[in-house]
Structures are given as C-alpha cells and as structure tokens.
T-cell receptor, first 116, second 111 residues
Framework: KAGVTQTPRYLIKTRGQQVTLSCSPISGHRSVSWYQQTPGQGLQFLFE???????NKGNFPGRFSGRQFSNSRSEMNVSTLELGDSALYLC???????????????FGSGTRLTVV | AQSVSQHNHHVILSEAASLELGCNYS??????LFWYVQYPGQHLQLLLK??????LVKGIKGFEAEFIKSKFSFNLRKPSVQWSDTAEYFCATGGGNKLTFGTGTQLKVEL
C-alpha cells in the first residue's frame, strides 16, 4: 500500500509569508500528526487530527495551524513566517490513536522549509 | 506528561561491535514504547515497539529491545552492527494521542 505522502518536498519562503503543507496518510489511517524536526530541538509535536477533529496540540504559537479533511488528508499552515521556522516538517499517520496499544506512526519523508 | 530520555547523543562503533542504546521513560500509566530509526536522507522508520507481553521485543534488521519495568528502561540492542546501521535512533513513548520522542542518538559505524 502507498505510504504517507507529503508535498512539496522542498520550499523556500521569505520572512512574513505564509505556507501550506499537505499530507496524505496511508489508506485507512484516520489519525494524522505533524512534527517539526530541527537539529537543536529534535522532534517537536505540533498537533494531531482524527476524523477532522484536532485532539491534541503542542506548544507552538497560533501561527501554526492545521486541518483534516473528510478523506483524512491533512494540511498545516504557518503564517507570518520567521527565520526560526526553518525545519523539516514531518507528517505521520496511524490507524487509531498514536501510542494506544502499540499503534505507532508511519512517517512521510517530510517537507524541508527554508525561510530566508 | 510522559517523556523519554536518551543518554547517548553520539556513539561511534566499529563494524561487528555490539550495540546498546539507552532509553529511560517516565511512567504515565499505560506503557507504549517505540524505537524509530532515521537513515541519512530517509524518513523515520519503526524498528520495534512494546505495549504488553514478552518484555524482550524483536524488531527489524536484527534489533531487539528489553522492557525493564523496575528500571524504567527500554534499551535498544544489536549483537553485531554493520556500516549500514549508521543512522539516528529515536526512542519514543505514546499516550494522549501523540508520541513523545527522545532527543535521538546519532550512531556512526566505522569500517
């Protein structure tokens, strides 16, 4: 079966702009999570969606938002970009609930965002 | 909040050496523990997981991990590493509809 697909793979944006990243989960997976990965901070949890509802949110400013559609595809948006937002943004999907009864993630390859 | 800590940030080994990477977790009720690996330029992949049953868990590529409740540990082991095991390894715990990852251990295997 197809894996988790993230588009685009690379993005270069200017400070102050906004960006939208897309994620298509594995077919049948209803939970989609987003992470920010940087060399200094590691993997930081952004938010998780299940059946179009945000169930959990990490400690990020309101400039970071997301949504999930009825087909489980998800988008995340970052407004008013800052240099510090440069990172690899990872999407991960799971069947039900990440962590429950050993239900782990399947990760996408990520979107590399560079803010200049 | 549940968390994990990885004590080794960088590990360098020669091929055929044995590997043990440490992971300690904070107890938050239900145990859900994972090891993920990220090879250079590739996406994160699940190596193995534990949530109940036999505390010795076998994963892919010859890796295993042992859940020791009394020590709050879930260390990753491999008897004999190969150059292709060069990667970053992440321990994670699940709960609250998310996985919380450790800071990662960068493993370099030299020929």
């Amino acid at each position: 079966k197809a894996g988790v697909t993230q588009t685009p793979r690379y993005l270069i944006k200017t400070r102050g702009q906004q960006v939208t990243l897309s994620c298509s989960p594995i077919s049948g997976h209803r939970s989609v999570s987003w992470y920010q990965q940087t060399p200094g901070q590691g993997l930081q949890f952004l938010f998780e969606y299940f059946s179009e509802t945000q169930r959990n949110k990490g400690n990020f400013p309101g400039r970071f938002s997301g949504r999930q559609f009825s087909n489980s595809r998800s988008e995340m948006n970052v407004s008013t970009l800052e240099l510090g937002d440069s990172a690899l943004y990872l999407c991960a999907s799971s069947l039900r609930s990440a962590g429950a009864l050993g239900d782990g993630y399947t990760f996408g390859s990520g979107t590399r965002l560079t803010v200049v | 909040a549940q968390s994990v800590s990885q004590h080794n940030h960088h590990v360098i080994l020669s091929e055929a050496a044995s590997l043990e990477l440490g992971c300690n977790y904070s107890y938050g009720g239900t145990v859900n523990l994972f090891w993920y690996v990220q090879y250079p330029g590739q996406h994160l992949q699940l190596l193995l997981k534990y949530f109940s049953g036999d505390p010795l868990v076998k994963g892919i590529k010859g890796f295993e991990a042992e859940f020791i409740k009394s020590k709050f540990s879930f260390n990753l082991r491999k008897p004999s590493v190969q150059w292709s095991d060069t990667a970053e390894y992440f321990c994670a715990t699940g709960g609250g509809n998310k996985l919380t990852f450790g800071t990662g251990t960068q493993l370099k295997v030299e020929l």
